[in-house]
């Protein structure tokens, strides 16, 4: 079993940041490739940003290329997004997600508003 909890949610104005953690635990961090994921409500989840278990391979979402940045510390069992030029329409609650061929592991998510 993964345990996966996500921080640095919140609410920011158009234009802003924000950067948010996932903190692994339970089975051997490295050993797992990383996603972020959301969901607006009324849509459906949508994949925004993965990372594989070195770190040397990342791929986004077209809607948030050139504005997200998907990182991993190995050492520390945590996963990152940081989220700059934000726009009202990634306004979502923000999942993570972990894995090997598919994503089996994900945490409860975080909030992220991002205001005209």
């Known amino acids: 079993q993964v345990q996966l909890v996500e921080s640095g949610g919140g609410l920011v104005q158009a234009g802003g940041s924000l950067r948010l953690s996932c903190a692994a635990s339970?089975?051997?961090?490295?050993?797992?490739?990383m996603g972020w994921f959301r969901q607006a409500p009324g849509k459906e989840r949508e994949s925004v940003a993965g990372?594989?278990?070195?770190?040397?391979?990342?791929y986004y979402a077209d809607s948030v290329k050139g504005r997200f940045t998907i990182s991993r510390d190995n050492a520390a069992n945590t996963v990152y997004l940081q989220m700059n030029s934000l726009k009202p329409e990634d306004t979502a609650v923000y999942y993570c997600?972990?894995?090997?061929?598919?994503?089996?592991?994900w945490g409860q998510g975080t909030q992220v508003t991002v205001s005209s």
């Open positions: 997600a972990a894995g090997g061929i598919v994503y089996n592991y």
């Open positions: 339970g089975r051997t961090f490295s050993n797992l490739a």
């Open positions: 990372i594989s278990k070195s770190g040397g391979s990342t």
